[in-house]
T-cell receptor, first 113, second 117 residues
């Protein structure tokens, strides 16, 4: 069973601090990785995608990928209360192409004002 | 860009009836659409992959005769839940992937909340 694992939290971070979200995956052949944000009762919203080892920055968000360790992370700088949500890590299984995403169970992030 | 819509946003039906959910890509052509289901406090689970003009590929454990998927055009896929029962009550979310990108990025619709009484 190919899986994506996340700590369900809740992860509580003070406003203005850096929130660090982590994810591991079991399928060594996975090529594409995504972070989605999901507010309660809503569908996921894409935050970032990452395909290569290293860091990828977009505004306050930085995604990090380490394929050797099968590890993906998301850093949120200057955390805001509006960042409070569930963050879903997702990966495409090896074989890519039209395969759907395998999601982790999500980490519930709470930004404390 | 990359907007995906779903209709209806919520539906309540009686046990035994069928419900059709539409998923549309509004500003791009989606060669592939995906249907997911999310139960309360659970993550999204892929139900099936739908390619325009061909039969859908269902994930293990998903009944293809119960969840009928049609992808008749590059902008529309439908999911029909046949003979719905209370255990089918869930949040159904579609996503779409275009054919012009080199990435696997999927764009999600707003979801359809199904309640079966």
């Amino acid at each position: 069973q190919k899986e994506v694992e996340q700590n369900s939290g809740p992860l509580s971070v003070p406003e203005g601090a850096i929130a660090s979200l982590n994810c591991t995956y079991s399928d060594r052949g996975s090529q594409s990785f995504f972070w989605y944000r999901q507010y309660s009762g809503k569908s996921p919203e894409l935050i970032m995608s990452i395909y290569s080892n290293g860091d990828k920055e977009d505004g306050r968000f930085t995604a990090q990928l380490n394929k050797a360790s099968q590890y993906v992370s998301l850093l949120i700088r200057d955390s805001q209360p509006s960042d409070s949500a569930t963050y879903l890590c997702a990966a495409t299984l090896s074989g890519g192409g039209a395969d759907g995403l395998t999601f982790g169970k999500g980490t519930h992030l709470i930004i404390q004002p | 860009g990359a907007v995906v819509s779903q209709h209806p946003s919520w539906v309540i039906c009686k046990s035994g009836t069928s419900v059709k959910i539409e998923c549309r890509s509004l500003d791009f052509q989606a060669t592939t659409m995906f249907w997911y289901r999310q139960f309360p406090k659970q993550s999204l689970m892929l139900m099936a992959t739908s390619n325009e003009g061909s039969k859908a590929t269902y994930e293990q454990g998903v009944e293809k005769d119960k969840f009928l998927i049609n992808h008749a055009s590059l902008t529309l896929s439908t999911l029909t839940v046949t003979s719905a029962h209370p255990e089918d009550s869930s949040f159904y979310i579609c996503s779409a992937r275009g054919d012009s990108s080199n990435t696997d990025t999927q764009y999600f619709g707003p979801g359809t909340r199904l309640t079966v009484l």
